[in-house]
Nanobody, 125 residues
Framework: QVQLVESGGGLVQAGGSLRLSCAAS????????VGWFRQASGKEREFVAA????????YYATSVKGRFTISRDNAKNTVYLQMNSLKPEDTAVYYC??????????????????WGQGTQVTVSS
């Protein structure tokens, strides 16, 4: 079993940047794809970005493509989400999730086995 802890959220002005981290413990998650999802108040959880176990394949939601970058450091058991040019509509609780899967990363939340508690990102206009 793997435990995930997100960090790096906070309050930022529109146009600013934040870097979220997802640290794993309990076991190495170098064989897991990792995804970032977000849930705004009153809305469904939505896919943001995902990265394969090796880091060689990444997927992004259309709404964040070109502004967000997902990366991983398996030696540190950590996945990152660099968020630039933030917009008020990016405001949400951001969750990382691990999928014990060696194929291309999946974008459906149901595919992911382990979830963190989430970190709040608030973008002011």
């Amino acid at each position: 079993q793997v435990q995930l802890v997100e960090s790096g959220g906070g309050l930022v002005q529109a146009g600013g940047s934040l870097r979220l981290s997802c640290a794993a413990s309990g076991r190495t998650f170098s064989d897991d794809a990792v995804g970032w999802f977000r849930q705004a108040s009153g809305k469904e959880r939505e896919f943001v970005a995902a990265i394969s176990w090796s880091g060689g394949t990444t997927y992004y939601a259309t709404s964040v493509k070109g502004r967000f970058t997902i990366s991983r450091d398996n030696a540190k058991n950590t996945v990152y989400l660099q968020m630039n040019s933030l917009k008020p509509e990016d405001t949400a609780v951001y969750y990382c999730a691990a999928d014990y899967w060696l194929g291309a990363p999946r974008t459906l939340a149901q595919a992911y086995d382990y979830w963190g508690q989430g970190t709040q990102v608030t973008v002011s206009s």
